[in-house]
């Protein structure tokens, strides 16, 4: 294919030839000679002509939508099957990044979530000392009431009694109030355990390779058994069906 122009060039050249060839034959009267120079210029002007109607009128590079996937985990690469010049389709898995430290990992946290109850405080026995004392305390009341009665023992003994008696629900109502408290922060634990829980198990999702675009693969970047983090190059993908 010739460059834009050449038919310039060679239209050009046959006018100086027809012009210097008859400047040449007319001053020698050699009308004949003449006639054949014009008529060989002639055709070479056609030709250029010619070649000239395959020459194209356009030119320009055609581009593809290129894009680069990268790994979305941690960890060797434990499956990866991507071959250049392959054909993706969108949705498409293609690979798998080692996840075994993420199941541990999840597993380490559901143990502590289901070892949570153990931690709950009992305040049964305790509760149950202090009910024993309260209950050895109405009996000597009891007893002092019906001696007070009877005039036999003094009424302020019954006062010292009473007071005793409430002292006693006092310090239940405390161990009660310590004990729930304890037990509400303990569970509460359980709640950051689960969020935890819920970042492993999204990670673990995203250690599976899934092509996004429909394509073709143009550039394998890893091989298997490879470690990737996350953002490493996997491969380049070009949507060929779209030039622009």
């Known amino acids: 294919m ?6 310039f060039l060679k239209t050009g050249f046959t006018r100086f030839c027809v012009s210097f060839f008859q400047n ?3 001053k020698k009267n050699n009308r004949t000679m003449t006639r054949q120079l014009l008529f060989l ?5 056609w030709a250029g002509c010619q070649e000239t109607e395959n020459t194209s009128d356009a030119y320009g590079n055609f581009e593809a939508t290129v894009s680069t996937i990268s790994a979305q985990g941690n960890g060797p690469l434990l499956w990866f099957e991507v071959e250049e010049g392959q054909r ?4 498409q898995v293609v690979g798998i990044v080692d996840t075994t430290q993420l199941h541990l990992q999840k597993e380490q946290l559901w143990a502590t979530i289901r070892a949570l109850p153990k931690k709950l405080r009992d305040a049964l026995a305790d509760i149950q000392v202090l009910e024993k004392q309260k209950a050895n305390v109405r009996r000597e009341r009891d007893r002092l009431q019906r001696l007070i009665a009877k005039k036999a023992a003094p009424a302020k003994q019954l006062d ?10 006092q310090r239940i109502a405390a161990i009660r109030a310590q004990t729930s408290l304890a037990n509400r922060a303990i569970l509460a634990e359980k709640e950051p355990l689960r969020a935890q829980i819920a970042v492993l198990e999204d990670q673990i ?5 899934v092509n996004p675009v429909a394509g073709t693969v143009l550039t394998k970047l890893v091989e298997p058994y490879e ?4 953002g490493t190059p996997l491969y380049r993908i070009g ?3 779209t030039l622009t």
């Open 88 to 91: 993706l389709d969108a949705g």
């Open 160 to 169: 010292d009694l009473n007071g005793e008696l409430e002292v006693l629900d």
């Open 227 to 230: 470690v990737v983090r996350t």
């Open 205 to 209: 999702r995203r250690a599976r390779i």
């Open 24 to 26: 040449q034959f007319i």
């Open 239 to 241: 949507q060929l069906d």
């Open 2 to 7: 010739e460059p834009p122009g050449s038919f």
């Open 41 to 45: 210029c002639l055709i070479i002007s």
